[in-house]
């Protein structure tokens, strides 16, 4: 049997703010190793037997930090599917069967979240084993979590009857994330499982099914993998089609319908890191339960997670919180609250603030830039290009610039004009001058950019030449 990995990368993981931002999402990042999360569940996979190389489903505004995250581990994608909005997980798991029924007619999916943690990777594979078998034979299996407490921000299953193969059963119901009580009356009786959000099935199976519960999503979903077309590396789905498509879960428009649902037991240290007190909870702790990241001091403090991504944070005499710095925010909350971080993000939305969006760093397909200094009619970045990166060819209506290179190598277009610049040289950029920056050196190019002009926005670029073919 090949078993073609489908890797979900959408979502924006507001949760876990301020780490995470809408263009830097959690499973874009480094949370519980040195490797972002969806390097981890890659990986985690990678050089298995029957294992296909992995196709990953992701937003437009993510794909070239996907594309590069894949080159980074040396993991070369059998595609990455662009989805032009969110529609949930059923149309983008529909887009993923379809494209790869078209590869291999008899495909067995294994569907994926990007930003998930397990830690008994034996017992993952073990699980995807037992599931396998009934598969071939037409089922729709997902992996139920054996439960270590009466948690209330999971779905449960509730297990029917057994199945000939080891450890399968059918699935009785799903049950919506409950109270505390009712919890603690599914651990005990044995037969409820948290619902992981990961699945096995033939692509022709799941769409099958999908056909009978939500034709609309087979069709629209057809549509846009039917004329989908090629955008460098990746695959654009055709706009119009998933736009129209329905957006629904999984379990809402196939799994509670179908009788062909089993659940496979899986007790393999399981999180999906939905919060800040469960990232926590699977981290390595210190002798008095703390979890820490980055230049951190601590003074009769325990059971707290603290996390410094530009400056020092030193605590003294507390117990239990969760406290992340970065350049622009800093979150200070008790671990019992850490659902209402969700409720910042509503604000900061709500007051068309930016700090949800992205970080002072914003990656782009030829490197970075960060900002550094912001005033009236001036701005100062800090940029950094790729060796090879090439900025587009582009001008600016209301800002001129000045670059200064600190070290490497700047290939640089103003107007008719091409300069090569090295350490402590500079050059001007006119209001309205048509440039373009570039790295033609092996090393990486750091300069700084000070912009002045009366509207210094990210809008004010016209693009005129791009080889990343952004709009």
């Known amino acids: 049997m090949k078993i073609y990995p489908v890797i979900l990368s959408g979502g924006s993981g507001t949760r876990l703010w301020p780490l995470s931002r809408a263009v830097l999402p959690k499973q874009l990042l480094p949370l519980v190793s040195e490797r972002t999360m969806l390097q981890d569940t890659v990986l985690r996979l990678h050089e298995q037997p029957q294992m296909q190389a992995p196709l990953v489903v992701c937003g437009n505004e993510h794909r070239f930090l996907v594309a590069e995250q894949m080159r980074e581990i040396g993991v070369a994608p059998l595609g990455i599917l662009l989805e032009p909005v969110g529609r949930n997980t059923a149309p983008a798991v529909a887009c993923a069967a379809h494209y790869l029924k078209a590869i291999d007619p008899e495909a067995v999916m294994l569907v994926l979240p990007a930003d998930h943690v397990i830690e008994d990777v034996t017992a993952f594979y073990a699980a995807i084993r037992q599931a396998a078998v009934p598969v071939e034979q037409g089922a729709l299996a997902t992996f139920g979590i054996v439960p270590t407490g009466p948690e209330t921000g999971y779905g449960y299953i509730r297990s029917g009857e057994a199945l000939a193969a080891a450890s399968c059963y059918r699935v009785d119901r799903f049950v919506e994330k409950p109270d505390r009580t009712t919890a603690q009356s599914f651990v005990d009786a044995g037969n409820y499982y948290w619902n992981s959000g990961m699945f096995l099935f033939r692509a022709e199976s799941y769409l099958s099914e999908l056909q009978t519960f939500a034709p609309a ?25 998933f736009m129209a498509c329905p957006s629904d879960s999984i379990d809402y428009a196939v799994m509670e319908h179908t009788k062909h649902a089993i659940v496979v037991p899986a007790d393999i240290g399981w999180s999906d890191v939905g919060s800040w007190s469960s990232l926590w909870e699977v981290q390595q702790k210190d002798g008095q339960g703390n979890v820490t990241r980055g230049d951190v001091y601590l003074d009769d403090v325990s ?32 671990k019992d609250q850490v659902q209402r971080v969700k409720n910042i993000v509503d604000h ?23 900002g550094i200094d912001i005033g009236d009619r001036f701005q100062v970045k800090r940029i950094t290009v790729n060796p090879g990166g090439k900025l587009s060819l582009q001008m600016h209506h209301h800002r001129a610039e000045h670059w200064i290179v600190v070290s490497g190598t700047a290939s640089v277009t103003c107007g008719d004009k091409v300069t090569l610049l090295t350490e402590n040289e500079s050059t001007y950029i006119p209001i309205g001058m048509t440039h373009r920056l570039e790295n033609p050196g092996k090393l990486p190019l750091h300069l700084i950019e000070v912009q002045s002009g009366s509207y210094l926005g990210e809008d004010d670029i016209v693009r005129l030449e791009d080889v990343y073919q952004r709009t």
């Open 348 to 370: 900061l939305k709500t007051k068309q603030r930016t700090e949800h969006l992205h970080h002072t760093k914003v990656y782009r397909p030829w490197g970075c830039y960060e």
């Open 303 to 334: 059971g707290s997670l603290v996390r410094a991504e530009s400056r020092i944070v030193a605590m003294i005499g507390i117990r239990d919180l969760v406290v992340v710095e970065t350049n622009d925010a800093v979150l200070v909350a008790h």
């Open 217 to 241: 999503i087979v069709t629209a979903t057809a549509t846009a993998v039917g004329n989908d077309y090629r955008d460098l590396d990746f695959c654009r789905l055709d706009e119009a089609s």
